[in-house]
């Protein structure tokens, strides 16, 4: 028998050098071999702020932020405190039946920020929360379709994941939900031929698409609200990745003057510790589904308004208002696009920067010289968006920042920092990618043989 270890840091401490082995044997050993093949398995010990360490005490900077998770940095100390305060305090947590203090007044707090809408549903997640969302909308309008945007990510459960395009996603898991069409990002006129029928339920939208960071132009969200309008469809704004500060607004769509029927929200929300989401909605949608008594639990979810849950939402809001983070957002992200925007003209595999606020996506592109052109033919050939993981790599190792990729077979590497990251912050990025980028207009060069090597063990792999 094991004997009770409530310290966690001493259990993690005693077996952190067993982590690979462990995933391997219990978890997911591919993701292990991805990990090793390019030199990302550092063993991260500590997180603190904007900042990662490894085994060697090595400090990163972290552009990755958990997929967005962490607006407020990691192990931020409000945060803790606030979660402690719960565990001190004998809450009487998730008691069914009795209402949650704590959730109504994060609630109250995020309807604040949203004058509009009126009410507040909470889940445990961003997929979660989209289910929520294909729920009510059908339930309030009586209609079965749904329409999303080709290249859109709104996550991996069933539903969701029917309004997700990427099929490297679906393949292997199909069929989806019925009644669920795609059109192109920025096409209106695709827009009004799908809800023209009057049988669609909602419009659901990433103001800003997370995978590839595609910007909307000036027209379309607001054409698109008034489209939904004129049909009867509701228009669903997914800020589970563009919300909560992220673009230099507390959401989104606020930059296009929009005002979405349903708004929803998760990772940052977090602070990266207790999963949570939120549906924000009009109250006559939401009187649609818990239109009487016998249907007041009509749609729920066991875990979704725990005490931790809802005050970690509470210290999230606490700390990007009193840090003002969003503002921050708006400020660095300018400078920072600015930085890297300048760099496009003096290297041509650099094809844009783009984003709104921390949210920023530089894109590369095929090079015009010979050298590098058939350089860049072959990884294509061997694996499309292979070059961006060549960026990513050495402003891994080299650089200690820690980025990623944005979306499988994509040209842009997108850069998701916590709110919280300073000017020196940014100094070091650009360095970081002049450098990196520099480098990878040397042919022959260490980022092509990196390159070499990683198309090898795809053909090794493959066969």
Known sequence: MHSPNPDMSQLFADRQAQRSALHN???????????????????????????????????????????????????????????????????PNLVQFDVSTLAGVLAERLLKYVPYLDKAFFANSGAECVEAAIKFARGATGRPGIVYCAHGYHGLTYGALSLTGDSNFRTGFEPLLPGCTSIPFNDLAALEKALASREVAAFVVEPIQGKGVNMPTDEFLPGAAALCKKYGTLFVADEIQTGMGRTGRFLAVEHWNVEPDMVLLSKSLSGGHVPVGAVLTRKGIFDKIFNQMDRAVVHGSTFSKNDLAMAAGIATLDVMESEKLIESAAKRGAELRLALTRMVPGYELMKEVRGKGLMIGVEFGPPKSLRLKASWNVLEAANKGLFCQLITVPLFKDHKILTQVAGHGSHTIKLLPPLTITEEDCNWIERAFDDVIAGSHKVPGAIWSLGKTLVDNAVRRSA
């Open 25 to 91: 044997r219990y978890l997911n050993e591919q993701f292990v071999r991805v990990l090793k093949t390019i030199g990302y398995d550092v063993g991260f010990q500590k997180g603190q702020g904007q900042y990662l360490y490894d085994r060697e005490g090595a400090r990163y900077l972290d552009l990755l932020s958990g997929f967005g998770v962490f607006a407020i940095g990691r192990n931020h100390p409000v945060m803790r405190e606030a979660l402690k305060s719960v565990l001190d305090a004998d809450l």
